[in-house]
């Protein structure tokens, strides 16, 4: 196969996965590392860094969308920053150390258990008053409804703080947005509101992978070839299910694109155990 | 607490907004160009994307990549687009940092510093 062939077939792959990671939410980057690496023999490091600027993409074209609808804690994305670029950057570093095959393990397991995370239900606690770190940092807004702005109060913000730094090094280490942590570190240990912790969580998503690409860009783990049709491939396939998502919220749709996102985390880890990248 | 001072939140939203799809945009059309310039030099060579080697350091550091793009290599101008893609969320807490400091809030002036600081040691190839 020559360039043009490859890179053609790369791109159709790459759009697929980004509608595929955009109508299950788990973003595009989880679904394009094993699609390259599984289907196209692609090494491991290599598709790591085309997802990560493909996730810079897709997370920087969806904020400009989200912007407007003024849910975004710009505080709390930017202190719990902090945690996520530190981690990020000891993950990517730890990626030229860690085994490739080990590297593959782990990405079989955080897929799955996003997965998972993505379809548990969203469990709120009682309103609690506020908390000394979260007044300490002036974390406590307000999120727009239709009866005008309801104030909410950040819990646990320590928790979350140790999450994002999980989250970074997952980031940096997998080639991936991290999205499904971020969201349990917004959502469930600090209890923001669910819109406040899905945009705030794709406005650090960008931030994150742009620090960890820094670090593989340095590298000389991104390879332009590859990357290109993988970023236009991924950003297009994630606009068109945006839009698909507004047109059809279809549980049963939902339920394929999880078996199949089942399917390749199974391949990744059993392809890692086996010593196979 | 608001924007009040200076700058409202809509405007900076806006600003915001223009800025990410600007740099998306122009991010892509770079790749998409340098994409068609080293298929139609490169297309019916033998991509090896199998073995890992490294980038050699003309697509790996900033001034290597701006040298080669000015060159016209393809290659270059899809690493020119990639770093303006690693550029957006940096510039966008760039940004940031300046609202914070437009709004007097110095506390997170100082946070939003150190990611950014964080972010430029990366890009520039100073953590690795």
């Known amino acids: 196969m020559n360039v ?62 989200y912007i407007k609808e003024g849910y975004i804690n710009l505080r709390i994305g930017m202190l719990l920053e902090v945690a996520t ?31 998972y995370l993505s379809h548990r239900p969203h469990v709120k606690g009682e309103p609690a008053a506020p908390e ?22 950040v819990r646990r913000l320590h928790i979350g703080f ?5 989250a970074g090094a997952l980031s940096g280490l997998l080639g991936i947005g991290s999205g499904a942590v971020k969201v349990l570190a917004l959502d469930q240990a600090m209890q923001l509101p669910f819109k406040v912790s899905t945009t705030t969580s794709n406005f650090m998503i960008g931030v994150t992978a742009a620090a960890s690409a820094g670090v593989y860009l340095s590298r000389g783990y991104i390879d332009p070839g590859l990357a290109m049709p993988v970023t236009l491939g991924v950003l297009l396939g994630s606009l068109l299910g945006a839009r698909l998502l507004v047109a059809t919220s279809s549980r049963r749709l939902r339920v394929v694109f999880s078996a199949v996102v089942f399917v390749l985390a199974v391949q990744m880890a059993y392809g890692g155990v086996m010593g196979r990248f | 607490m608001s924007a009040s001072e200076g700058w409202s939140d809509a405007r900076v939203e806006t600003a915001v907004a223009v800025l990410l799809r600007l740099g998306v945009g122009v991010a892509s059309t770079l790749v998409a160009f340098g994409g068609a310039v080293y298929v139609a030099r490169h297309g019916a060579e033998a991509p090896r994307y199998g073995a890992f080697r490294g980038e050699p350091m003309e697509l790996t550091t900033v001034a290597g990549i701006l040298h080669g793009a000015r060159a016209g ?33 110095w506390m997170y002036v100082i946070v939003t510093f150190i990611v950014l600081s964080l972010l430029l040691l990366s890009v520039t190839g100073h953590l690795s």
């Open chain 1, 132 to 153: 000394r770190w979260a007044l300490r940092f002036r974390l406590d807004s307000a999120v727009p409804t239709l009866d005008g702005p309801r104030p909410y109060h």
């Open chain 1, 85 to 115: 670029t530190l981690g990020a950057i000891a993950g990517a570093s730890l990626a030229a150390i860690v085994p490739v095959n080990a590297i593959a393990i782990v990405f079989g397991v955080v897929l799955l258990y996003s997965a």
């Open chain 2, 73 to 105: 290599s393809g290659r270059a101008l899809i690493q020119l687009g990639l770093l303006t893609l690693i550029a957006t969320p940096i510039a966008r807490v760039a940004f940031s940092l300046l609202t914070f400091a437009l709004q007097r809030d």
């Open chain 1, 162 to 166: 140790g999450l994002m730094g999980l």
């Open chain 1, 4 to 65: 043009v062939e490859l890179s053609g077939l790369i791109g159709v792959a790459s759009i697929f996965a980004g509608l595929l990671g955009s109508l299950t939410g788990l973003g595009g980057g989880v679904v394009i590392i094993p699609v390259l690496t599984l289907a196209f023999g692609v090494d491991l490091r290599y598709a790591i860094g085309a997802s990560l600027v493909s996730v810079i993409a897709t997370s920087s074209g969806a904020a400009a969308a």
